[in-house]
């Protein structure tokens, strides 16, 4: 069993900053494919970023060159790092991996950008 466990989610202003981790519960290494996916209220969830294997990396046109997506193996967490956000951005962030053809989610963090 994989646990994913999100933190870093919170009210930030619209241009603002935010850096979402998330830790797992074995080695990242383990896993080709990892993401961060966002749930807007009323809206499906869909996919900001994720590792389509070691290395490559994918985004959603809307958080392009304003978000950026990274692992730390050492530590077995995986970050999202947001930069000049937007009211548009606020949602429930996931992280997602996927081993062995198993989906594994985490239980969501909070985003909300407002002034």
């Known amino acids: 069993q994989v646990q994913l466990v999100e933190s870093g989610g919170g009210l930030v202003q619209p241009g603002g900053s935010l850096r979402l981790s998330c830790a797992v519960s074995r080695s990242t290494f383990s896993f080709a494919v990892m993401g961060w996916y966002r749930q807007a209220p009323g809206k499906q969830r869909q996919l900001v970023a994720k590792?389509?294997?070691?290395?490559?990396?994918l985004y959603a046109d809307s958080v392009k060159g304003r978000f950026t997506i990274s692992r730390d193996n050492a530590k077995n967490t995986m970050y999202l790092q947001m930069n000049t956000l937007k009211p548009e951005d606020t949602a429930v962030y996931y992280c997602?991996?996927?081993?062995?053809?198993?989906?594994?989610w985490g239980q969501g963090t909070q985003v909300t950008v407002s002034s």
């Open positions: 590792f389509v294997s070691r290395g490559v990396t």
């Open positions: 997602y991996a996927n081993l062995d053809d198993v989906p594994y």
